[in-house]
């Protein structure tokens, strides 16, 4: 198999699974964001961001600390947006408050950790999940450990340079580009009925 | 900081897990808090996997709760026993390499300053004995040498803990422990008197047997190195691991030492004197 | 000080006007910091290297570097420049030779905390027997800590290297170390001409809230966190996580790839690529390459070049398709062990094309005729 034939799929891919920009998967250009792997404009990104989100089972949003703590300005409105489209989306929302390796253990009911993020989705059966607000790599940490112990898809909304390691991963994320999102997702949702 | 780091947003405030409620509504942070209140408010350091009866987990609680302003401290630690607890404290922690704790602290310390300016953000070396006294010793001098505006606290257990039980410079003379199978052959490395002649501004000998002296040391310590220079608290963490003796003993072997060979000590320069009384 | 205008980096790079300096390797290097906004730098002497940062501290004296000063050993100062970095600043260093290897645990601890800071490595050799002259030995230590490794030929990809490598590092889906390796006296201590951009414009500052993991100020999120976290238990948790905070970091490194195309204009420069013979190296060697491949050229036997310029990450698919066209590759060296053949041998698919030399180390210089001989042996 060359590097480029390399998918970034569902798992359970396997023991320790690489990371996908070792295997050929490049982060996509402003604009632009990346589906299993490939490159694709932005839009249709979020297109498929919505189907995955309406036809799941168990969808969950992990905002992380950036959007959980109103630290900034414009923090409080990405919440907000962010909480709308959970709710468009008939998804569940469980915080990943820090990154430490919590002591003695996470309560995975209610929340989620960067180095065993698989506790969380094996525990509470989530089959689509939502990262946001999640520094790059800790992100990048969860998402390889996802894809490989569990078989949730995983989508990612960055603000910075996007996630290989995601299933689907859009860059430079801010609050239109979250209306947009939920938008496309409302009017699916009614596109369906 | 500003309060915001601590404030959730609303629409996600009620989804913080218990611990955060608490840091938010009865954290230390923005309130003075010390030793004596502890009961009283959340402290940043609560589960931890120490063994029972651990002095270093004791040591490592009291300078947390004697920080004068936890919402502008950052800990710097190195890997050893120490660093257990500390990896769940709710301020900004880190360790690099094992040893050079205060090289890190000289580094980010200037930063903050030439970052903030007007402000005062503490970085505290919160290490073990040997962290200090053995691999990281030429570190900590140097750091003092250079008058860094850094505080330095020793959780002194007498031994490498972490590592099963060997001999550090700071064990006593003559124990027996794990790379001293014949006993120790030569005295404690007089951290405390070095700090003295070393630029310390400051310098306080203390066990966790008087823990409202560990809280009024690790206090004035991290005041002063605000302004005036270095400090040095050497606190005396017995383990009852190593050290072999019952877990419910600790504070009888540091009381016992307190009589003996580790006997209260408070060393302060005429500068850092008037310091104090000017901002109490 | 003069004042100094932030402008684009690429405005600085490639659009501003250059004046032509005569200067040294170690001249070059203050002259890319004085352009590069550093917020601090911190120094510890060892030849070759000393008078670099001898440079960059007359940097600060002037105005141009808000914290400078001379730590206690190597080992401390790359402690120093952690935290600082931690800080969320713009940092810079330099050392070399056996300095490399005191301070040789922070390297892999700044790739695994994700710091972004840029050291200069003014290489020789390594004891013992004890010696102070120019030697690649050490990078031979560096390729796996998880740096990226630039390796320049001349004084102005000394100061083009370092200048860019701030940029490369500071990207939010890299974010790692970059060592600039450079041949210790052969470019640090000898003069050459230098195309420079004016005095008066810099590089943007450093962000360290794009960085990807939090910066320790106690201002931002998450202000309860571990910024150098152990997972160190026992249990299979640790160390899948462990092994994916390793990956990672090897990922962060490929991702460089595209920025070293845009700022370097590529991992490697070939000259003749489509030659029979081909010489494939870094640093100075790549310039006795270039005197030796024209002395070939002149007696009409058929020679490329490759110059190596980005060591971590290492240019596999290149060098892997220059070699597949090539009937042999030869390795020229200022080391001993030849870690330069090892890697690409490493990647090419017949390895008995690789000629593992000429070699030589100790300070000795390069005669390029040991080179023509190779090359002659190779074309029989």
Redesign the interface.
Known sequence: MSLTDYRVLAGPEGYLPPAAATQGITLPEKGGALVEGKVVLGTYAMEQIAEKLLNAKNPVFFPGPLLLWAWKEGVAEKAKALKEMAEAAGAKIIPMPDYRPKYPMINPDIEINPNHPNLTIWHNKIDVCVFAGVHCHYANVALKIIRGGTDCYTIALCGEAGHEDAMISLRDVGLSELQQLTEIIKQKKEGAK | ??N?????????AH???QE?KD?VAKGPFFESKGVEDLGTFKEIIE???HCAGCGVALGVRLASAALPAP????I?GT?GCS??G????????????FG?QN??????????Q???PDRH?DVVVLVGDGGIADIGL??TL?SWF?REKITTIMVDNEVYGNTGGQESGMSSQGKILNMAPTGKKFPKVPVFEIAKISGCVYAVRVTVASPRKVGQAVRNAIILAREVGPTYVQIYTPCPTNLKFPPDQTIKVARDAEKDYYAYEEFITPEAEEYLKKSR | MIEQTVVDPRHLFFDAPKETEFITGSEAVREAIRRANVDMAISYPITPQSESMHLVGDLFAEGYIKEYFRGENEFAVMSSVAGAAMGGVRVFTATGGPGTLRAFENFSTWAGARLPIVCAFMTRGVNSPLTIQPDTIEMASMLDTGIMMLHAETAQDLHDMILRAFMIAEKTDVHIPVGVFVDGFFVTHTRDKVDIAPKNIKLPPYNPYSAPVPVMDMENVPFRQMRDPFVMKSNFISYAAHASWQQEVLAAAERSRKYIDQYLGGLIETENQDAEIMLVTSGTAVSQSREAMAMARAEGLNVGLVKIKSIRPFPEEEIKKIARNAKAVIVPEFNRVGWLAREIKSVVEDTTKVVAGPRVFGGMTMPPELILDEIRRCSV
């Open positions: 900081m500003s915001k780091i601590i404030t959730p947003v609303e629409e996600f989804l913080l897990p955060y840091l589960e931890h996997p919402e502008d401290t950052l710097i890997p660093f257990f500390l990896a769940q404290t709710a301020v900004n922690y880190a360790t690099s390499a050079n090289a890190v602290a000289s580094g980010l310390k200037r930063m903050l030439v970052r903030y953000k030429d570190l140097h250079r």
